[in-house]
């Protein structure tokens, strides 16, 4: 038994581990000449101004009575700069979307080992090949082109992290304390000789990280007053910073300005997909070097409305890739493109000759053909020479060709789709209901109806209820803390009535403190209902505090339903008249269990197997999954938190998912005992239900997309992989809580005659 659990726990690490080299290999290269434009740059400084989660048409749009809510980037457009939309990738989150500006490449998918929080591997970017590069804003960016700089010339300022806070009234305070810190800098400049003969060379960049938009977006939504108005006060803060500068370089006319966003937002202030109000972000460019704005001269190639709803159809607009900003701030100030980009530079942003525009385009084609010659080589060093082909494009064709029947349609794969629809419910929760509802009809067409009503009618109207939930959006989207408060009142008040009646008084108020304490449930009595009861209500108070609409009543609802599949399941032994069957009235978990009695599998087992991966399943999917943490709304941690914390805040959210496992495995932990169920014959057809399903996920892994999209697809192969080794850690765990009681000791007062 050792032997097998050792070689199959090494089997599935190994496999496990495999995704990460296969799909998650970071695709950068390193050892690239970087190349530069030889001509005089236009520019001898640059400016970057982000302001992190605008959307494109929060900037565009008018106001009702034709005027704009930034007048000043509006005047810009008009009569100085070039504008358009940036298109950014998937995800649209901070980290890749300043990546993407400042390096000019898209994802690093191999960042998924690093949380996402930053690139695993040092790389290029328009702050590393300037001559000195000063921040300002967020603690959670700004170090990260610190860290990969070579040499000491990127200077960061940034605030604490605690006033990064979503409970915050009015977050544009960050924004202000950026505005206020460049104002100070240039100021202190004009007494510093050393540093003001810094500012006064050439390739020298400002970069401005504007959070407080994005910080408001999520906490107020994007059609917030507090949103709305922090883009005013961007905007008025750009004015100012622009004059300031101007003036210290005594309008030399030497300095270029670029302003855009990261991403977008979500009507329900979240981010990270693929919708256009996450995709489009705005691009407005001027100063040296950049194309004044130009009328319309002829129709332009765009039909998606925005011109016409942006009253900006009489002026060029230049859309572009996010990436492609990179190699256009190199041009502008004469600093080698990144070698790691894959931007291409947008020409209609530039304002010089045809030969500087000429050397641009050729430097930036020389610079993208060195990473495919260093890929190329490195592919060639560690393939054996008889397999190594140069890459041409018919081959190129057969390989999409095989990669598609390889990834999509592998005979195996498709038979264990059909043949596991578990598989089905991880891309269509519905599926879930239609189980469900299929397992509701249990009772009636196995016989037990008529020697068990009203426990059949409890769990088919147990199994309908929780049917419910699949069918409704996965939690995030749509709060209803109205609901969430009643069910907590509710909760506690149960919860007391409950303890009372329990005898354990002397713990209630620990209880109505903590609802979230784990350690609760070890206080109480190791007898079924008591220990089940008091463990179902400290963990739906916890889940609880951390709803914020109707997947509070998840919980619930799925205690009932366990509760019922243990009473039926008596009443299925003592239809099959089977010896041993014990009253659930006189288990106790704490008692040893007879080794003697514990029989071999029947085939009634694998159908309880079955209902149990169902049942996980079902806690997974049923208002969500671990990828719905990329919608997750703020406000479900505020009973813990309000200061961003990713960790912790991450933590919470997995421990948000994790309580419905416990639920069902403490209810199977009890038909285990109540039954003498094999645990070995429960793992060995978990085991192979999980392979099965495995298979086919590990063809359906994506390393690119939003983090939605790949966090689904990781987090439908690591269940499936890990389904066993983490049912059998959690079954420790389960059995420490239904069978483990504390014995709270009160000392003793000592009383001398």
């Known amino acids: 038994m050792i032997t097998f659990f050792v070689i199959g726990l090494t089997v599935h690490v190994v496999f496990f581990i495999s995704i990460f080299d296969i799909y998650f290999t ?50 810009i457009i008009e009569d100085k700069g070039t504008w358009g939309v940036s298109h950014t990738r998937v995800p649209t989150e901070s980290r890749p979307g300043h990546v993407a500006l400042i390096a000019g490449f898209y994802e690093d998918v191999s960042a998924v080992a690093k949380g996402w929080k930053e690139n695993p591997v040092e790389f290029d970017s328009v702050f590393n090949e300037s001559r000195h590069t000063w921040c300002w804003g967020s603690p959670d960016i700004l170090p990260m082109f610190a860290k990969g700089a070579s040499g000491d010339h990127v200077y960061t300022h940034t605030y604490p992290a605690v006033e990064e806070d979503f409970a915050s009234t009015d977050a544009s305070k960050l924004d202000s304390w950026v505005f206020t810190q460049v104002k100070s800098f240039f100021k202190s400049a004009q007494s510093n000789s050393t540093l003001k003969a810094s500012l006064w060379e050439d390739k020298n960049v400002f970069f401005l990280h504007l959070l407080g938009i994005d910080t408001n977006g999520h906490a107020h939504r994007p059609m917030s007053q507090e949103y709305l108005d922090n883009i005013g006060l961007v905007d008025a803060g750009v004015a100012e910073v622009v004059s300031i500068i101007e003036d210290f370089f005594d309008n030399d006319g030497r300095t270029a300005y670029v302003f855009t966003s990261d991403h977008g937002m979500t009507n329900w202030g979240s981010h990270g997909a693929g919708h256009p109000s996450e995709t489009l972000t705005p691009l407005v460019a001027w100063g040296a070097g950049v194309q004044k704005a130009k009328g319309a001269t002829e129709p332009q190639p765009y039909n998606d409305g925005f011109l016409q709803d942006w009253k900006l159809e009489h002026l060029r607009r230049v859309d572009v890739s996010q990436a492609d900003i990179a190699p256009l701030m190199a041009s502008l100030v004469g600093v080698p493109i990144p070698v790691n980009s894959v931007g291409v530079l947008p020409l209609l942003y530039l304002n010089n000759s045809e030969r500087f525009m000429a050397e641009s385009m050729y430097t930036n084609a020389i610079q993208v053909l060195e990473q495919f010659k260093m890929k190329m080589m490195q592919k060639k060093e560690t393939t054996l020479s008889f397999l190594f082909t140069p890459y041409q ?36 929760r519905a599926m879930l209901t239609v189980g469900l509802a299929v397992l509701s009809l249990w009772p009636f067409l196995s016989g037990l109806f008529g020697k068990a009503k009203s426990r059949s009618l409890s769990w088919l109207v147990g199994c309908l209820c929780l049917a419910a939930f699949p069918l409704m959006p996965v939690v995030g989207r749509e709060p209803n803390i109205h609901l969430v408060g009643w069910l907590q009142v509710a909760t506690r008040y149960l919860g007391s009535r409950m303890v009372y009646f329990l005898n354990i008084d002397r713990i209630r108020k620990l209880y109505l403190k903590r609802p979230s304490s784990i350690f609760v449930p070890l206080l109480s009595s190791t007898r079924l209902f008591h220990r089940l009861l008091s463990i179902f209500l400290s963990l739906t108070s916890t889940y609880l505090l951390l709803s914020t609409g109707s997947e509070a009543l998840f919980p619930p609802v799925l205690s009932w339903l366990m509760f019922v599949w243990i009473n039926i399941e008596q009443e299925a032994l003592l239809a099959q008249g089977m010896s041993g069957r014990q009253e659930l009235s006189t288990i106790d978990f704490s008692a040893n269990i007879d080794i003697t009695k514990i029989r071999q599998l029947k085939l009634d087992d694998i159908r309880r197997s079955y209902f149990f991966v169902f049942f996980i399943i079902t806690a997974f999917f049923g208002t969500g999954n671990i990828a719905s943490i990329n919608s997750f709304d703020p406000a479900s941690v505020y009973c813990f938190l309000t200061v961003f914390n990713p960790f912790i805040m991450g933590g919470l959210m997995m421990w948000k998912v994790i309580i419905p496992f416990i639920i069902v495995m403490c209810t199977f932990e009890t038909i285990q005992v109540a039954t003498q169920l094999s645990s070995r014959s429960l793992f060995l057809i978990v085991l192979v239900i999980s392979d099965l399903m495995a298979l086919h996920f590990f063809f359906m892994v994506q390393d690119y997309g939003s983090w939605l999209d790949i966090g689904t697809s990781i987090s439908h192969y690591v269940i499936v992989m890990s389904m ?7 079954s420790v765990v389960t059995h420490v809580l239904t069978s483990q009681r504390l014995v709270l000791w009160r000392q003793r007062k000592m009383h001398f005659p």
């Not at 690239?32 to 048409?57: C, I, Q, Y």
């Open 26 to 75: 970071s695709p950068l290269v390193h050892g690239m000449t970087p190349h530069s434009t030889p001509l005089e740059p236009p520019a001898s400084r640059l400016v970057l101004v982000v302001a992190d989660g605008l959307r494109a048409d929060s900037l565009f749009t008018l106001l009702p009575n034709g005027s704009s809510r930034t007048p000043y980037l509006r005047s």
């Open 393 to 428: 494009y018919v081959h190129a064709q057969n390989f999409t060709c095989v990669s598609l029947t390889v990834r999509n349609k592998p005979g195996c794969c498709m038979a264990v789709y059909f043949c596991c629809p578990q598989v089905v419910s991880f891309f269509h």
């Open 724 to 730: 066993t080794i983490f049912l059998m850690l959690l």
